[in-house]
């Protein structure tokens, strides 16, 4: 009879650290099924002011679930906090995790201006009380041809823009990251227009997939992703959720967005994902990080529920 | 003495080779799901910015030789060279085969569409096919068989393939420059110098030419 040492378990035999995150998104699940006083609680906690100092992580409890959830493999949480596209930081992907480690999220304002009724400057916590956190499983494409598949936080963008009140004048959202070449070494060298704007159309901001995102894998957002607020426009390439956000203007004319002016013609202003329109690499296929094979990339991204706002438009064109 | 500092610089030139196949397999070579795990969260692009860096780097070392032993007498030198061109070869192999085997798992439809239509990688194929008849010609038969001659004027096809190769990297990055403009400063001046070698002479000739008769009228 052969009796296993300890030693003998071999890494692979762990649980994984997705099933693991799993399993604590099942708790989450419980928590929120259960709507019980203590889960209600933590939640409220997390929502007040300075909460974040006191909670000896940063969890985020009573996460709602989401039917825009995909079901597939989560990548791992140390791939997506560890290979990071924010120049901000490093255009070495390695390098924001470490650099972006003392970047601070508080305070934090968020101006609302342009074409709205509420001109307005909102504190972040403040912000983070407009809805429910829910959680919310998006694939995520980088134009460079890999992919993730991320539980993200945050409640549809649309929360927000509905208390801006844009009036009529309002045909796009234009998203500033904040500019702080101090805290961001990145931003002290000309590599990009600084700060970092991207837009989206008005109809493209209000879609309810578009998601104001304040955390992944049930916690609060690492520096390196974007905290403490970004957006996430799962249908276009990974350039468009403009991370570190401290500005969200309102403006009648398409924005001129950083990625666009530096290369407008690999980088379009809508940058939907496309496996047909070939910029900068082929598009047809990704690597899905962890995986060894690269797979087809779907039609913005298998978000086929936007198709309809892009219906008349030459997408080869309009790219 | 030069034979034993060849085994050294052989095995050094070696070191992100290995360092690649440690990333690689070094959690588990018989486990495929630990395969790539110490390379980052994107092992195959990982290699093939390691390739490619260390191809171009064994480039401009190889073309560094002849500077450096000419400005600093250090004659021995040449007797690196092909080693470290061989190097150069060898890690733009590999960084070829992670592209059409790695990256695009043989998928010639759109390996050709590639070539064809993304200017970065033309001219990085360019760079490579270069490199071919040098690596093949590099013996000491191949150049009794071309005569020196011939085989100084063929194997001046390096000059281009690292040319092609800064290029390459320019044209593929996104915004940031910086690393590749590197590189192109010191190709920059290691072509410069060999120019500089070719001109001199040339221009101090003419200028004796012109300054000759003159000195002889003087006297």
Known sequence: ?319 | MIRLAKVGVFLASLIPFAGLLWGFFGRGPFDMTTWGAGLGANPIEKITHVTGDWTLRFLLITLSITPLRKLQKLPWLIRFRRMFGLFAFFYGCLHFLTYIWLDKFFNLHEIFADVAKRKFITIGLTAFVLLIPLAVTSTAGWIRRLGGKRWQSLHRLIYVSAIAGVIHYLWLVKADIRKPLQYGIILGLLLFYRIWVWLVPRISRSNAASVVPRTRTAN
């Open chain 1, 1 to 319: 009879m052969l009796i296993k040492k300890a030693d003998d378990i071999r890494s692979s035999e762990i649980t994984p650290r997705d099933l693991y995150l799993n399993r604590r998104k099942f708790l989450a699940g419980i928590g929120v099924a259960g709507a019980g006083a203590v889960a209600a609680g933590l939640g409220l906690r997390r929502l007040m002011p300075g909460a974040d100092n006191v909670l000896a992580d940063s969890k985020i409890s009573g996460l709602q679930k989401s039917s825009f959830s995909t079901t597939e493999k989560i990548t791992p949480m140390t791939d997506v906090s560890h290979y990071n596209n924010y120049y901000e930081f490093s255009t070495d992907k390695e390098g924001p995790a470490d650099l972006a480690k003392n970047f601070k999220t508080r305070p934090w304002n968020v101006t609302i201006d342009g074409a709205v009724q509420k001109k307005q400057k909102l504190d972040l916590d403040s912000i983070l009380k407009f809805a429910a956190p829910e959680e919310r499983i998006y694939r995520h494409r980088c134009v460079e041809g890999w992919s993730i598949v991320v539980p993200w936080i945050g409640f549809s963008l649309s929360e927000l823009i509905k208390r801006a009140q844009p009036t009529s004048k309002a045909k796009y959202v234009q998203f500033t990251t904040v500019y702080d070449p101090g805290q961001m070494p990145g931003q002290r060298a000309n590599i990009l227009q600084w700060p970092y704007v991207e837009g989206l159309r008005m109809d493209e901001a209000m879609h309810p997939l578009t998601l104001l995102c304040f955390g992944m894998y049930g916690e609060n957002l690492p520096n390196q992703d974007g905290a403490p607020l970004r957006i996430i426009v799962p249908w276009k390439y990974g350039f468009k959720s403009a991370k570190a956000i401290v500005k969200i203007s309102f403006v009648e004319h398409e924005p001129n967005t950083t990625w666009n002016l530096a290369n407008p013609h690999d980088f379009g202003f809508y940058s939907n994902v496309n496996p047909n329109v070939e910029r900068y690499h082929s598009q047809a296929y990704e690597r899905r990080l962890g995986e060894f094979r690269p797979r087809p990339t779907l039609m913005f991204n298998g978000y086929d529920q936007v198709a309809g706002m892009y219906s008349g438009m030459d997408l080869a064109s309009n790219y």
